[in-house]
C-alpha cells in the first residue's frame, strides 16, 4: 500500500521558516505529479505547489494569499521525496499542510485540482503566530 508521510509541520512566530518534507513508501510510476495543499479550519483544501517528477518543472497557487515568492518546492527523486520550504510565514498560513501524488500525469495546469491526485498523506500542522 502506498504511503505518503509528511514531517516538518510546527508552530513558528510570523516571519519564520519551516520545511515541509513528504516522502513516498514505494514507487507509483513515472512522470508524476507532486503536490502540497493546505487546509485552514472552515475554508476548503487549495493547491500549494507542484512538481512534476521528470523534468522538475513546478507550479505556485496564484491565490490572493499568495505562496510564490516565499515558497519554494523541490524533490530528491533518488529518495523519493518531496519539500515545501517555506519562509517568510504569515499567520494566514496556518493550516494542515497536505502532500499528495498522481501517477503518470504531469502536473500541468490543472496542478491544483486536488480530485486528481490518487494519494494522499495524513498532513502536518503548520501554525503561524502573529
Known amino acids: 500500500q502506498v504511503q505518503l508521510v509528511e514531517s516538518g509541520g510546527g508552530s513558528v512566530q510570523a516571519g519564520g521558516s519551516l520545511r515541509l518534507s513528504c516522502v513516498v513508501s514505494?514507487?507509483?510510476?513515472?512522470?508524476?505529479?507532486m503536490g502540497w495543499f493546505r487546509q485552514a479550519p472552515g475554508k476548503e483544501r487549495e493547491g500549494v505547489a507542484a512538481?512534476?517528477?521528470?523534468?522538475?518543472?513546478?507550479?505556485?497557487?496564484t491565490n490572493a494569499d499568495s505562496v510564490k515568492g516565499r515558497f519554494t518546492i523541490s524533490q530528491d527523486t533518488a529518495k523519493r521525496t518531496v519539500y515545501l520550504q517555506m519562509i517568510s510565514l504569515k499567520p494566514e498560513d496556518t493550516a494542515m499542510y497536505y502532500c499528495?501524488?498522481?501517477?503518470?500525469?504531469?502536473?500541468?495546469?490543472?496542478?491544483?485540482?486536488?480530485?486528481?491526485?490518487?494519494?494522499w498523506g495524513q498532513g502536518t500542522q503548520v501554525t503561524v503566530s502573529s
Open positions: 512538481i512534476s517528477t521528470v523534468g522538475g518543472a513546478t507550479d505556485y497557487s
Open positions: 514505494q514507487y507509483i510510476g513515472s512522470n508524476n505529479c
Open positions: 499528495a501524488a498522481r501517477a503518470y500525469v504531469r502536473c500541468g495546469g490543472a496542478w491544483y485540482k486536488d480530485t486528481s491526485y490518487a494519494y
